[in-house]
């Protein structure tokens, strides 16, 4: 593979791996950024052979893209070797390199390291060691990644067939390793339970290394591996529906930025799903997330009302055609997450959703700019309304009196992304009068108004850009 142009969104996680938009290749690396140079891969030794790669993109920043020139190299020829530098490898865990022949000694080519790398990406497969019954070979170093095959798999389960490897304390030397959880297996265990894996939220791939040293050498594992449908969420039961009451959380997920579809997505989704999509806050310092409907198609829209299927965001039912909408929803202040509940019936299922998340810390603190939303006085406290009609009052309103030395805030957001005015309408106002409202006053805006008004008097404020 030579690089004649790479320019992809350079964006990486905490491991040093391309979380944004990247180009996977067939070892399991991504690839993102700026990159020139040449690469090379080992066809996997099977009757039909190929090689897969797999190109993800986000829906925030765009850039130029790739052209990559691929030439299939005839057995025996020297393969060119990979020039493209990669520190993240170290970061990232990944597989150390075979041994160089000036590492080993004696050397022949039976004891170089085997590279046994393999994609699977269907629903069912079996994947074993090299050589496997018989006795894998030493100095192996073999990946096995398991890409997701459909949308609506959220979880793979792994059967241990057999599994007989060296064993070592710790199993340091000859081991089976899943990644993700960084359980090793070694030795000759018997009966092992299934285990379940679930794929990581920003990821359709769990990956598996096998290790191997020099030294003793045993007939190795075979390992079935079933993709799970319908594992991203819990089909709501007959009990559950008659109460109404249990949720299920079908996903979550507590990073930065993320990516929440529905069942079966871009398929319909599911009958008789109740579920729930949960933004956990990332840091002290969030205080808000913005939620793009990269892609919706729920229930049905009639009057305003949302009919049958839905998405409830703080209280707000979703559905009908959304594509492009933004909202932004501030996290409250006695919880450290927001749910996403996603409800659907027995009848007509649409295309689903596909939400963009970013959580946000620009804005979170309390200047002097924003100082109104913290109340000074002990009767009232700073308020935040993000919804398309609510009503705001002064404390003590039913009493027919406020109370001396109010400093009250109400923080008012846009409730989606088409409004651009608010229209205040007064149903009662009667504050102190004074020259310029420099005594008691309702400011909006930089607008004071004090004094007495006429009962349903309407302020039309264009302030949305």
């Known amino acids: 593979m030579d690089f004649i142009r790479f320019s992809?969104?350079?964006?990486?996680?905490?491991?040093?791996?391309?979380?944004?938009?990247?180009?996977?290749?067939?070892?399991?690396?991504?690839?993102?950024?700026?990159?020139?140079?040449?690469?090379?891969?080992i066809f996997p030794q099977t009757l039909n052979s190929s090689i897969t790669l797999f190109f993800s993109s986000d829906g925030y920043r765009e850039s130029p893209g790739f052209d990559i020139l691929i030439s299939q190299i005839p057995c025996g020829s020297p393969a060119p070797s990979p020039i493209i530098p990669d520190p993240y490898s170290s970061r990232r865990g990944l597989l150390r390199p075979p041994p160089t022949s000036q590492s080993l000694s004696p050397v022949s080519e039976q004891s170089e390291a085997k590279l046994c790398n393999k994609l699977i990406n269907n629903q069912l497969a079996?994947?074993?060691?090299?050589?496997?019954?018989?006795?894998?070979?030493?100095?192996?170093?073999c990946s096995y990644i398991i890409h997701r095959s459909s949308p609506d798999i959220c979880q793979v389960k792994l059967q241990f067939l057999n599994l007989d490897l060296e064993k070592t304390s710790d199993c340091r030397t000859d081991y089976l390793q899943i990644e993700q959880t960084n359980e090793k297996y070694c030795g000759r265990q018997w009966l092992l339970p299934d285990k379940i894996l679930r794929f990581p939220y920003n990821s359709d791939n769990l990956r598996l290394?096998?290790?191997?040293?020099?030294?003793?050498?045993?007939?190795?594992?075979?390992?079935?591996?079933?993709?799970?449908?319908?594992?991203?969420?819990?089909?709501?039961?007959?009990?559950?529906?008659?109460?109404?009451?249990?949720?299920?959380v079908c996903d979550s997920s507590n990073t930065m930025k993320g990516v929440f579809r529905s069942g079966n997505y871009p398929a319909p989704y599911p009958a008789n799903v109740n579920c729930i999509y949960r933004i956990e806050k990332y840091s002290r310092s969030v205080c808000r997330v913005t939620i793009m409907f990269s892609d919706f198609s729920v229930g049905t829209w009639e009057r305003r009302v949302c009919v049958n299927d839905h998405l409830s965001i703080d209280g707000k039912r979703y559905c009908g055609y959304r594509r492009g909408e933004v909202i932004t929803i501030d996290f409250p202040a006695d919880q450290s997450h927001i749910d996403l509940t996603f409800k659907t019936d027995s009848t007509d299922h649409y295309g689903g959703f596909r939400i963009d998340y970013q959580q946000e810390t620009a804005n979170c603190g309390y200047s002097s700019i924003n100082r109104r939303l913290i109340s000074t006085g002990e009767s009232c406290t700073g308020q935040i309304f993000y919804r398309t009609s609510f009503q705001i009052s002064t404390p003590g309103i039913d009493s027919g009196s406020y109370e001396d030395n109010l400093d009250c805030g109400y923080l008012v957001r846009k409730a989606?992304?088409?409004?651009?005015?608010?229209?205040?309408?007064?149903?009662?106002?009667?504050?102190?009068e004074s020259p310029n409202c420099v005594k008691d006053h309702l400011e909006i805006e930089g607008i004071k108004v004090c004094g007495k008004l006429p009962s349903d008097s309407v302020i039309l404020m264009i302030i949305y850009l």
């Open 8 to 41: 992809l969104e350079q964006g990486r996680d905490k491991n040093g791996l391309c979380n944004k938009d990247y180009l996977h290749l067939p070892d399991g690396d991504r690839l993102c950024g700026d990159i020139t140079g040449r690469k090379s891969f």
């Open 126 to 141: 079996v994947i074993t060691s090299p050589n496997y019954p018989s006795d894998y070979p030493p100095y192996s170093r």
């Open 209 to 248: 290394n096998f290790i191997s040293d020099g030294q003793t050498n045993r007939p190795g594992f075979e390992i079935r591996v079933t993709q799970i449908r319908n594992s991203c969420f819990r089909p709501v039961s007959e009990e559950d529906q008659r109460d109404q009451k249990v949720n299920n």
């Open 416 to 432: 989606s992304y088409d409004v651009c005015a608010l229209e205040v309408k007064f149903n009662l106002f009667d504050l102190e």
